[in-house]
Nanobody, 122 residues
Framework: VQLQASGGGLVQAGGSLRLSCAAS????????MGWFRQVPGKEREFVAT????????YYAESVKGRFTISRDNAKNTVYLQMNSLKPEDTAVYYC????????????????WGQGTLVTVAS
């Protein structure tokens, strides 16, 4: 599967953004999907994941209550709604896909989008 992330940009602290990740192919519903983020010099960090049928979601503690992951299998798209953004949320955000159950570890994901930059100004 090929993934294309979009929706990043510059936003003021306290603002909102919605990231989208469009997948190619007809088997999107068979993949668990995740969002990760990375800042220069640091490891890629788990943000959120959603199961194939969208029945199970997990979030990093740092974003819980502010971010919401969702998916539309009919549109082959996964979303990340980000509210109450903080400067420390600034990063390149990546969507990722994997066969089987959801995971919170980047190495378990086989498919990656190109990343979209989110910058939160204080």
């Amino acid at each position: 599967v090929q993934l294309q992330a979009s929706g990043g940009g510059l936003v003021q602290a306290g603002g909102s953004l919605r990231l989208s990740c469009a997948a190619s192919g007809r088997t999107f519903s068979t993949y668990s999907m995740g969002w990760f983020r990375q800042v220069p010099g640091k490891e890629r960090e788990f943000v959120a994941t959603i199961s194939r049928a969208a029945s199970i979601t997990y979030y990093a503690e740092s974003v819980k209550g502010r971010f919401t992951i969702s998916r539309d299998n009919a549109k082959n798209t996964v979303y990340l709604q980000m509210n109450s953004l903080k400067p420390e949320d600034t990063a390149v955000y990546y969507c990722a896909g994997k066969d089987g159950n959801s995971a919170r570890v980047a190495v378990e994901y086989a498919y990656w989008g190109q990343g979209t930059l989110v910058t939160v100004a204080s």
